[in-house]
């Protein structure tokens, strides 16, 4: 294999305060991959939890150089996983601080200049099969890995979604929200017209992303092959047959008042105006309902879904609870009987996931990454073509539950014997069926 690079000497990666303690790699069987994800963290969700479910799948196969944010070296090196996988972990300073007004962006560029530094050092002490840029996963912002001369994957890459602008009419929300919504695609596209991004994803051997959506926009910037993946892993036990008998017995109480849940941020693109349709509507039809909202209600937007759920008199049905610690939220989950995903472009879908594990089915519009997170047996996640369709089929759907409870039991074991697909193990097939015979064709990797 060809090594690029400045090469770093032993001494100064040795001697440098900023690396995780020096192993001996010697003896491992296997190939020597680099894997940069600015964010990695053994319990945390979102792009830190993705660099670390990514990082222990590609850990079964590959001998680990991890290069991130110096902030995580020291949440990571300490771990049961990193010491018995033999991590080496490469810090790089200055990691993104804020996404206001852009600022992140321009931080993760900073970042990514000085990454590339540290990885033609890695390159220069051992032979690496390759490369994955596993987070931060934003397709507008990468390394010039294409200027590395070696093999690359890329993803999984979420921010290509965007609203159908059929679910922009029919809300009652700012004129700016539809603007911008509006115009997010071909802001997406704009990406395609950067001519490192579009070298980057033409020379990567795979590019994943996050969605359908995010799959046309880095076609577009020349991405030759690319998987759709559900990026994150639900890591917690799902105890099936407590929480189908907790279901079970709730099934009487579904005719007393169905209990809905809607939690997310306070923004617009979340949707939380639909959930208050959607209550609206069942109210006018005569079923005993009432919504829980979770969020940060202090701010412009959770005042303004506050005030809107006055003005279309649902104050007596609508709870707004704060944010809160998760195994509270947990509980709260179980005393209600479906969850409103209404969510116009998320990249990834555990709330729904965690739901569903709960024994909740979900009520989703099913766009973004939410398209794979909900089961397509229970509750609404198919078809849905606008928000008048939207809360026409929730409302019949909880039309159906509060006539025939059982129907709910049912859809709620349905859902719950979905959500264990996505499991740690589900990455781990992906790297070695997929990722593997990319990087180190016919190499023999044992699983």
Request: proline share 5%; with cysteine; hydrophobic share 45%.
């Amino acid at each position: 294999m060809k090594i690029l690079g400045n090469k770093l000497s032993q001494k100064k990666m040795n001697d440098s305060p900023l690396s995780s303690p020096k192993v001996d790699l010697s003896g491992t069987q296997k190939p020597h991959l680099i894997v940069v994800a600015e964010s990695i963290h053994p319990t945390a969700g979102s792009e830190a939890g993705k660099g670390w479910w990514w990082s222990s799948a590609l850990g079964k196969h590959f001998q680990l150089h991890i290069v991130c944010a110096e902030y995580f070296v020291a949440k990571v090196s300490s771990h049961e996983e990193a010491i018995r996988q033999q991590w080496r972990l490469y810090p790089v300073k200055d990691a993104v601080t804020t996404w206001k007004y852009g600022i992140g962006y321009l931080q993760y560029a900073v970042w990514l200049r000085r990454a590339m530094k540290v990885i033609r050092g890695i390159m220069a002490e051992v032979p690496v099969a390759g490369l994955c840029h596993v987070v931060m996963g934003s397709f507008r912002i990468l390394g010039k890995y294409d200027q590395l001369g070696i093999p690359y994957v890329v993803g999984p890459l979420g921010g290509g979604e965007y609203a159908p602008s059929a679910f922009l009419k029919g809300r009652e929300v700012p004129l700016w929200h539809k603007a911008l919504e509006t115009l997010r695609p071909y802001i997406n596209l704009a990406s395609a017209l950067v001519p490192s991004l579009r070298r980057c994803m033409n020379s990567a051997r795979l590019v994943m992303v996050t969605s359908e959506e995010g799959e046309k926009v880095v076609r577009a910037m020349g991405a030759q092959r690319v998987e759709v993946v559900f990026p994150d892993a639900y890591n917690f036990d799902i105890n099936v047959e407590e929480v189908s008998a907790l279901r079970e017995q709730q099934a009487g109480t579904v005719k007393d008042s169905i209990r809905l849940l809607w939690q997310g941020r306070a923004l617009w693109w979340k949707a939380p105006d639909l959930a208050l349709q959607v209550l609206e509507r069942a109210l006018a039809c005569g079923l005993k309902v009432n919504l829980t909202m979770v969020s940060q209600w202090e701010t412009g937007v959770g005042k303004a879904v506050q005030a809107q759920a006055r003005r279309m008199g649902l104050a007596n049905h609508v709870s707004f609870l704060q944010f809160m610690p998760r195994a509270e939220f947990l509980k709260i989950a179980r005393e209600h009987h479906a969850f409103l995903a209404t969510s116009l472009h998320d990249s990834g879908g555990i709330p729904l996931i965690e739901a569903q594990a709960n024994g909740l089915p979900c009520l989703t519009l099913a766009l973004g990454g939410n398209r794979q997170a909900a089961c397509p047996d229970a509750g609404v996640s198919l078809g849905v073509t606008s928000p008048e369709d939207f809360v026409e089929k929730s409302v019949a759907r909880l039309i159906r539950w509060q006539n025939a409870p059982d129907t709910w039991v049912r859809e709620s074991k349905t859902a719950l014997r979905f959500s264990m697909q996505f499991s740690e193990a589900r990455l781990e097939n992906f790297v070695k069926e997929t990722i593997v015979p990319i990087l180190v064709p016919g190499s023999g990797v044992d699983a």
